[in-house]
């Protein structure tokens, strides 16, 4: 397995997350937009994965060529992401914004395929390649707070731009683990067979409640400690304390799944996610409970993440995989993603405490649906 290649996919992929998430919404604050501007331009990004994942992944199932599609959507995100330099209002940055993610979402839930192809028969060490996603996240998060205190905000675009252009780098050096195959005839009807049991639909719900429930945390919580007074570098600090607690659960993630099952830490998951949106909206001042809140994005983010990964593969064949995982992302991330950055934009100006009120209300809906539905033993696919 080429261990290093594919932690190396995952560390820039996330390092350019780290240098957009928590910095994006104050380079907008500082070209002077209102609060629901930037909701809708941060729901922007998350709009095209709801489409996007999707039709790349039907077209890397029906070609066989992720790795081709991998590269082709990391250079054309590089490519487009260049006309940024040239926008200063709200439409031109949004267009912008929707063209690159169009092709940048597109591209990791097709990457996740191939790392699961080349785990083979260890799919329970996938965590352990992903967690130096989340170390990149931290580097990036930390190295690049602390460096716009000295350059400004207004460079951040040029990071970017770097960072885009090392993750396609990386797509040159990874190559596909097996032979590309097109599904026999007669398998891709089923489908939404699959799709419409039940269980899985529950689960697609808890993946765009539990996303939609980061919709404050992701569009406003950098804004948020800054009106507390926290300067860029502590911001980033808090990010990548979050991060860290999430590459640990990565650590530990195959030993606790072999444990306790997807089930249970789905259950106890979504329970602390539910405290956390509580605990960031009642007591951001306080600065013990913020770091509090922080580690329990190991649960909100690590554990459901890997959950969510690990579900999809034992919901879907393998002639199907393309599509589960491009629609783990498009429906969570995506649609999730999208309405809770536009509603967080909406409800920000009645306080932080509203938008995460609204956030762990998601998630508390999102614990009783998979205590409800979620048992995996009784879904049983053949992988053909």
Known sequence: MPYIRLSSFYFFYFALLGAMIPYWSLFLENQKFSASTIGILMGVFHFSRIFAPTLW????????????????????????????????????????????????????PQFEVITLEHLEEEKQKYSRVRLWGSIGFIMAVLIVGWGLEFVGIHNLPFILLLLMLLIWGNTLLITEKKAPSVPQIGQDHSLWAII?????????????????????????????????????????????????????????????????????????????????????????????????????????????????????????????????????????????????????????????????SVAAVAAGVAFWVAYIWIYPEKVHQNRY
């Not at 007074?229 to 607690?245: R, Y």
């Not at 600065?287 to 554990?303: D, E, K, N, P, T």
């Open 57 to 108: 992944g039907w077209l890397s199932d029906i070609t066989g060529c992720r790795i081709g599609i991998v590269r082709i959507g990391a250079a054309l995100t590089s490519l487009i992401f260049l006309g940024i330099f040239w926008q200063e209002g709200a439409l031109g940055i949004g267009l912008i914004m929707l063209g690159y993610s169009f092709f940048w979402n597109a591209i990791l």
């Open 196 to 356: 419409k049991q039940p269980q899985v639909a529950a689960f697609f719900v808890i993946t765009l409640l539990v996303q939609f429930s980061h919709g404050p945390y992701y569009t406003f919580f950098s804004v948020l400690m800054q009106e507390q007074g926290f300067e860029s570098t502590s911001i980033g600090m808090l990010w990548a304390l979050g991060v860290v607690a999430e590459v640990l659960i990565f650590i530990l993630m195959p030993t606790l799944l072999s444990r306790f099952g997807c089930r249970q830490i789905l259950l106890i998951s979504l329970f602390l996610t539910t405290v956390r949106w509580v605990l960031t909206g009642l007591f951001s001042e306080h600065l013990s409970v913020i770091i509090l809140a922080q580690l329990l994005h190991a649960a909100s983010f690590g554990c459901l993440h890997a959950v969510g990964i690990s579900l999809v593969h034992h919901y879907f064949p393998d002639t199907m995989q393309g599509r589960g995982q491009a629609l783990f992302s498009s429906i969570g991330f995506g649609v999730g993603g999208t309405f809770g950055a536009i509603v967080s934009g909406i409800l920000w100006d009645y306080g932080a405490l509203v938008s995460f």
